[in-house]
């Protein structure tokens, strides 16, 4: 019996090992055309679109996804490599019923996963993932002859994608006179970022940009970004830009080499909204956004409100305020006024823009949100999933966060959870010196490990 397969962003797994295989990609296929046929009985012409990132599985799973979609009477259209917020765009534009992407995001090639995004472009509700869960268990029953679904393939979602991108700043902006560096970490963005800079006017110089199936976020990409650090300094470029394997996050690296992550770009983004005169009253953050930025912000007379990890979260928390404006650390930034989900192009577009517009440096920008140090301890223990269910355990680590950071004051902050994806307590500590990180976060760690005796 499968109950549920869904995480905050959809499937993933090894290729090969529990879900991740063909025959489920092909039975997944048919439970969300039949998902979609139950929640629409009235609409005939049924349509999704299908696309992947740069890793040599995405053929095998993009095929069994457009079979089992056909075998349940639904038109696919099949948009081959494209990052995923394209999917979320091309879900609106062709006014389909669900959108597809096969990728692992920033994983190694050995690892693919499946998430959808629904006919608005965002992602699917839970109670939407846990219907088509249970319609997996089903028996898969093909669609008549005359009623199966058609394949078509887009052969201009490139230009269209490029041209949307290059939407996301004013028409008259000329990125003329800048040098940059783009690192498509072989991945999803490889045919489209460097195309979007240099239609804008921009001097590119692009690395990781041959996907061979294998190469997708190998030491290049939004988490790595030492060989983007180097290139920067060896072609004296103004900027580097790195995005993950598909293309939903960014990092930049400024013109002395040094990593510009994703709370600082939410903070660049920001001040141009603000100084634009189209900032909502605030911008949402996580649990993880640097300290340093809150009172960035604050000092601006901007408000940060914090969600869970996970874009999902953060969507949640910007509909509720009605803002438009938020991002994670990792560099998934969400800005509504264009997209629906985090895009790594389009997130990196405004912050040159805003550079321009200023006619400031990267490294200037950042002058007051230079981020406080901050270190993480990951704790592992037997009992994991009993233990952190105990609202007992949780008062006593709350009486001992709640010391700390009363000792600590305005000077920093102490973040314990635990882990969605390990049997871990995530222990983290930023403070304004790394000495007082290091002094707190190791009497945490001691105070904890004591309650777990």
Excluded at 6 to 35: C, H, M, Q, S, Y
Excluded at 352 to 378: E, G, H, T, W
């Amino acid at each position: 019996m499968v109950e549920k397969h869904f995480g905050t962003d959809g499937i993933r797994g090894k290729v090969g090992e529990g879900f991740i295989n063909p025959e489920f990609a092909l039975k997944l296929g048919w439970a969300a055309g039949e998902f979609l046929r139950r929640k629409n009985p009235d609409i005939d012409n049924i349509s999704v679109v299908i696309a992947k990132d740069t890793r040599l599985s995405g053929y095998l799973f993009e095929y069994a996804m457009a079979s089992g979609f056909t075998a349940a009477g639904v038109n696919v259209y099949l948009l081959g490599p494209m990052p995923t917020p394209a999917v979320a765009y091309f879900t609106r534009t062709f006014d389909a019923n669900l959108g597809v992407v096969i990728s692992a995001s920033h994983n190694s090639f050995e690892d693919n996963g499946i998430k959808f995004f629904c006919s608005n472009g965002l992602k699917l509700s839970d109670k939407d993932e846990c219907d088509l869960s249970k319609i997996i268990n089903e028996d898969l029953i093909c669609a008549d002859a005359l009623d199966i679904g058609k394949i078509t393939r887009i052969e201009d979602a490139r230009g269209r994608y490029i041209e949307f991108c290059k939407s996301a700043v004013p028409a008259l902006m000329s990125f003329s006179g800048v040098k940059i560096v783009l690192d498509c970490a072989n991945g999803a963005t490889y045919q489209i970022a460097p195309n979007v800079f240099r239609e804008r006017g921009a001097e590119v110089i692009v690395i990781h940009d041959e996907p061979n199936g294998i190469n997708i976020n190998k030491n290049c990409g939004s988490c790595y970004l030492k060989s983007l650090q180097k290139k920067v300094l060896e072609e004296k470029a103004d900027l580097g830009v790195a995005f993950d394997g598909d293309g939903d996050r960014v990092m930049l690296v400024d013109h002395n080499g040094l990593e510009v992550n994703g709370d600082q770009i939410l903070f660049l983004l920001a001040m141009d909204r603000l100084d634009r005169g189209v900032l909502a009253e605030g911008v949402v953050g996580t649990v993880m956004t640097n300290m340093a930025i809150e009172n960035a912000l604050s000092d601006k007379g901007i408000s940060l409100i914090r969600s869970k990890v996970g874009d999902r979260y953060v969507m949640e928390m910007l509909n509720s305020k009605k803002w438009n404006l938020g991002g994670e650390s990792s560099g998934h930034i969400i800005s509504l006024s264009q997209t629906t989900t985090g895009d790594g192009i389009i997130a990196a577009m405004q912050v040159l823009a805003y550079l321009i517009r200023c006619n400031i440096k990267l490294s200037d920008a950042l002058s007051d949100a230079v981020l406080f140090p901050q270190k993480m301890i990951n704790i592992s223990f037997s009992g994991f999933e009993s233990l952190v269910k105990s609202q007992d355990f949780w008062d006593k680590v709350n009486n001992i966060v709640n010391q700390a950071e009363s000792s600590l004051n305005k000077d920093g902050r102490v973040l314990v959870r635990a882990s969605g994806t390990e049997p871990v307590i995530r222990v983290m500590v930023e403070a304004k010196s790394i000495d007082i990180v290091e002094k707190y976060l190791e009497s945490l760690v001691l105070s904890i490990k004591k309650i777990l005796v």
